[in-house]
C-alpha cells in the first residue's frame, strides 16, 4: 500500500482542504486518482461511479461520505459485505426543501400556477382561479426525519395541520399525530395535502401507486420530493385523469430526465421541476460541517459522529 488517500469527488474551497488536512495530517487529498491510486483511497466524500469498481476490490476503503441524504444509489450491500462506513448529508438541505413544498402549497392554494399559464396564453380569468385557505389543512408528511420536521414548522406556522407517517409510528415533536407506514392507506383520505420525503427502500419502491390513489381525498395535493421510484408513473397519470387527486407536484421521477413523450408535461394539474427542491445555498459549507465532524471523529476511534447510514436499512 501507498499513501492514504482523502478522495472527494468535487472541487472544495482551499479553507476546507485546509482543515481536512490539519485534521489528517497523514492523508494525501485527491480530486482525480489515476489507477495506481485508486486501491489507496481510505476515505471518499462523493462517490464516483467511474471508480466504483476498482474502489471496492480494494480491501483499504473504509469509509464512504455521501453528499445527499438518500444513499439508494450506493452499493450498499457492498458496502455491508466490506463492513465500509458509510454517512450521509442529511439536514443540508432541510430549509431548502420546505421552502420548496411551501412555494408549491402557497402557488396552489393561490391559483398561482393557473396564473402562469393564463399569462402564457394571454387569458384573463378574473376570479375564475382555484384557491382555498391554508387554515386547518390536513398536511401528511411522509416521512419525519429532518426535513419532515422543518416542513412541518413552516406549515404549522400557517395554521396548518401537520400529521405525519414513519416506520414504527412513533410520535415526533411538532406533529399533531404520527402514524406507522402499514397505516397510509387507511388515513391518507383524511388528508388534503400530502408530501412524500421517503428514502428509497423496498418498503417504499412504487409506494404511490394505483391502489392507493384511489383512497386519496379527491380534493387533495400530492408533492413528492422523496425519491422517483416510489410513485408509479404512469398510474399517477391515470389517477389524476380520473380525478382520484387534484394535483400533484413532482420534483423526482422514476426516469430521469422526464421523457419527452411523458403526458405529464402537457397536464395542467402538474406542476413539474427538475429535481431542484434540494439546491442549497451554501452547500460547502453546510456538507463541510458534518464530514469535518465526522474526520474529526473517525481520526480518533475510527467511528462516525454524525448521520451514520445503518446499511441494513438504507437509511
Given amino acids: 500500500m501507498g499513501e ?6 468535487r472541487e472544495f474551497r482551499e479553507e476546507f482542504i485546509d ?22 483511497v481510505e476515505i471518499s466524500l462523493g462517490w464516483n461511479r467511474n471508480y466504483q469498481e476498482k474502489l471496492l476490490a480494494s480491501d483499504h476503503l473504509k469509509w464512504v461520505q455521501s453528499i445527499s441524504a438518500g444513499v439508494d444509489t450506493l452499493p450498499l450491500d457492498k ?12 439536514g443540508i438541505h432541510s430549509e431548502s426543501i420546505a421552502e420548496h413544498i411551501m412555494g408549491i402549497i402557497l402557488g396552489y392554494s393561490r391559483g398561482l400556477f393557473q396564473a402562469q399559464r393564463a399569462q402564457v396564453a394571454k387569458k384573463w380569468l378574473g376570479s375564475n382561479v382555484h384557491y382555498q385557505p391554508l387554515e386547518n389543512q390536513k398536511v401528511l408528511i411522509i416521512g419525519t426525519g429532518k426535513i419532515g420536521k422543518m416542513v412541518a ?16 409510528g412513533h410520535p415526533v415533536d411538532g406533529f399533531k399525530q404520527t402514524y406507522p407506514l402499514e397505516e397510509l392507506s387507511e388515513i391518507v383520505s383524511e388528508m388534503t395535502i400530502v408530501v412524500n420525503i421517503l428514502p428509497l427502500t423496498e418498503e417504499t419502491k412504487g409506494l404511490f401507486n394505483g391502489e392507493l390513489f384511489k383512497k386519496f ?81 473517525y481520526m480518533t476511534n475510527h467511528e462516525l459522529k454524525v448521520n451514520q447510514v445503518e446499511l441494513n436499512k438504507g437509511y
Fill in 217 to 297: 381525498n379527491r380534493q387533495a395535493v400530492l408533492i413528492n420530493v422523496g425519491r422517483g421510484a416510489s410513485l408509479k408513473t404512469d398510474e399517477l397519470v391515470v389517477a389524476l385523469n380520473e380525478g382520484r387527486l387534484a394535483f400533484a407536484a413532482l420534483d423526482v421521477f422514476e426516469e430521469e430526465p422526464l421523457p419527452y413523450d411523458s403526458p405529464l408535461w402537457e397536464m395542467d394539474n402538474v406542476l413539474l421541476t427538475s429535481h431542484i427542491a434540494g439546491l442549497t445555498p451554501d452547500f460547502q459549507n453546510k456538507l463541510m460541517k458534518i464530514f469535518l465532524d465526522n474526520l474529526q471523529s
Fill in 4 to 9: 492514504k488517500i482523502i478522495y472527494l469527488d
Fill in 19 to 40: 482543515k481536512i488536512k490539519s485534521i489528517a495530517p497523514n492523508y494525501t487529498i485527491k480530486t482525480d486518482l489515476t489507477e495506481e491510486e485508486l486501491p489507496d
Fill in 153 to 168: 414548522k413552516k406549515a404549522t406556522g400557517f395554521d396548518m395541520e401537520c400529521y405525519g407517517i414513519n416506520t414504527s
Fill in 79 to 90: 458496502f455491508a459485505e466490506k463492513e465500509i462506513l458509510v454517512s450521509n448529508g442529511s
